[in-house]
């Protein structure tokens, strides 16, 4: 995951618009925090602290380290670890949206 990819990950667990957070940054509108995003834009490391403020975690989130992505990185270790369940994410992978949804609902419905 880029930082760009962790930046919009966060802002959405957070609930965090686009417009809400370039407001936070100083920015005059969401399609500079689009192009960081998107990698179009790289956040100098002086402005790390700003960014991590901003989207209220810890600066290391931004790097993909610390608590904020602590579950996630032991599921991709599990995963990674598996030969099975790497094969099964690559099948998940290669699957159109509508299906993932479909998918997602019928564990859903198993796992109750």
Do not use: C, H
Request: hydrophobic letters at 40%; glycine letters at 6%.
């Amino acid at each position: 995951m880029t930082v760009g990819q962790r930046i919009r990950y966060i802002r959405k667990q957070k609930n965090i618009t686009q417009d809400e957070l370039a407001q936070k940054l100083g920015f005059s509108g969401k399609s500079t925090v689009s192009n960081y995003e998107l990698d179009l834009r790289s956040i100098e490391l002086k402005d790390v602290e700003k960014w991590a403020s901003a989207l209220e975690v810890d600066p290391l989130a931004l790097l993909g380290r610390g608590e904020f992505f602590r579950e996630q990185n032991e599921l991709i270790a599990k995963i990674t670890s598996d030969g099975d369940m790497l094969d099964i994410v690559k099948k998940l992978y290669k699957l159109p949206e509508d299906k993932i949804v479909l998918l997602n609902s019928l564990l859903d419905s198993w796992l109750v």
